[in-house]
């Protein structure tokens, strides 16, 4: 059983039907769901980018994470049954086998995306119009991407304000 699903024992768990979405993308929901049982489509502007019924699956991470957006939209595929964190990053604060497991998922998610970089990087290699491939996969494999804070509305000018 996954440690996202043991730290869960016991909480309430929601039935879904099939083709009834979880996520929708561009939603702000700030919630987690867990895959208990059944299947999802991943859908991104359209486009199905995965299939999943893995039990202890995650989705909504990035918007939770990141504190954005969702990225995709996330539907069932068949009759399903996940579990709502509603609060979660406290879920994942008091939990630190659960929060490892999350992060060991991203870091697979990061190096498919990577290895998917690095074939189309040799498939097209000699292409100039492609040349933009080694910009991005430098940035994905090497920064460190800092967290904007907004500044303080003390510190903002008043543009109505003449100098």
């Known amino acids: 059983m996954s440690a996202i699903l043991e730290a869960l024992h016991g909480q309430p768990s929601r039935s879904m039907t099939e083709g009834e979405t979880l996520l929708s993308q561009g939603g702000a929901d700030r919630v987690l769901f867990v ?10 502007d359209d486009v199905e980018v995965a299939r999943c019924s893995d ?3 995650v989705f909504g991470d990035l918007s939770v ?3 954005i957006p969702h990225t995709a ?8 049954t996940v579990i709502v964190v509603e609060n979660p990053r406290v879920f ?13 998922l991203l870091a697979r998610r990061l190096d498919a995306v990577n290895k ?7 498939q097209f290699e000699g292409h100039d119009h492609l040349g933009m491939v080694d910009s991005v996969l430098d940035t994905l494999m090497h920064r ?3 967290k904007r804070i907004a500044p303080r509305d003390t510190t903002l000018r008043d ?4 100098d």
């Open 35 to 44: 895959l208990v049982e059944g299947a999802v489509e991943v859908i991104k």
């Open 55 to 57: 039990p202890g699956a």
């Open 65 to 67: 994470l990141l504190d």
């Open 73 to 80: 939209s996330v539907r069932t595929t068949r009759p399903s």
């Open 92 to 104: 994942l604060e008091q939990n630190p086998p659960a929060c490892l497991q999350l992060c060991e």
């Open 116 to 122: 998917y970089l690095v074939d189309v990087k040799h």
């Open 144 to 146: 460190q991407p800092k």
């Open 159 to 162: 543009p109505e304000v003449a």
